[in-house]
């Protein structure tokens, strides 16, 4: 009888391992940093722990590697499992190794972050009773070295958000442009003058304005955009087409 792929994967692995018994054994974890947006403000989902160490503290998202799964594959099994999502815009981050750094057991993390727009996800597979929304600059204090990977995920996200569309991941499909503007002023955390973000934006040409408005922002309504990724895309590779605000 033929051994099944997987089956025989597992047992090649669990081979290689023994190869390498008495070195020092050490836990791979993956930390998921997940930035939401709301229309207003930036936000971070947090879960209260119900196990040591540190029970009944905040944390990030997080679970430990299998051996049969690469670290993107880690990733993308913890985010799904725990909260229910599935292909979104996810980025491994940084690499988190200081000896001390988990008291439960010498463990080494990597960290991702991802970007969702919280309105288009109704979390109906969460897993995670006290997984809750907070807004950036009122989260609370993590354990470990959590703190740190959300500072650095804030960095990157700034990084990227001014040199590639990253940010229309955060967005609904539809919306405004003052949506629009806040969603960047939350990520570089400052005020941007209304007329130059709108000539900036119209500049780079990779939105579309639709015949539609939203209504509920004011009597006279706001025009709504999507975000052109064909179009984007087309001129990148054609033009050489750099996204930078």
Avoid at 38 to 59: A, C, M, Q, V, Y
Avoid at 66 to 90: C, F, H, P
Wanted: proline share 2%; hydrophobic share 40%.
């Amino acid at each position: 009888m033929e051994i099944p792929k997987e089956a025989k994967l597992s047992k090649d692995i669990n081979t290689q391992l023994n190869f390498y018994q008495k070195e020092d054994q050490v836990l791979l974890a993956v930390d998921c940093i997940i930035f939401g947006f709301d229309k207003t403000n930036l936000k971070i989902l947090l879960i209260k722990r119900n196990f040591e160490p540190e029970k009944g503290k905040w944390s990030l998202i997080g679970g430990f590697l299998k051996k049969n799964e690469n670290l993107d594959q880690a990733a993308t099994r913890v985010l799904n499992t725990l909260t229910g999502l599935s292909d979104i815009y996810m980025e491994q981050l940084y690499t988190y190794s200081k000896v001390d750094r988990d008291p439960g057991q010498r463990t080494i993390s990597v960290a991702y972050f991802a970007l969702i727009d919280v309105d288009s996800h109704q979390f109906d597979g969460i897993q995670i009773d006290s997984a809750r929304w907070f807004d950036l600059d009122e989260a609370p204090e993590l354990i470990f070295d959590h703190n740190e990977m959300i500072r650095k995920a804030i960095s990157r996200l700034q990084r990227r958000a001014m040199t590639m569309p990253i940010g229309f991941e955060l967005l609904p499909e539809k919306f405004t442009m003052r949506q629009l503007q806040n969603l960047y002023e939350s990520i570089l955390d400052k005020k941007l003058d209304k007329r130059n973000f709108i000539n900036k934006i119209n500049s780079l040409d990779v939105l579309v304005k639709l015949d539609e408005k939203d209504m509920t922002v004011s009597r006279k309504g706001a025009y709504l955009y999507v975000f052109d990724k064909e179009k984007y895309e087309k001129k990148v590779e054609e033009d050489g087409f750099s996204f930078k605000l």
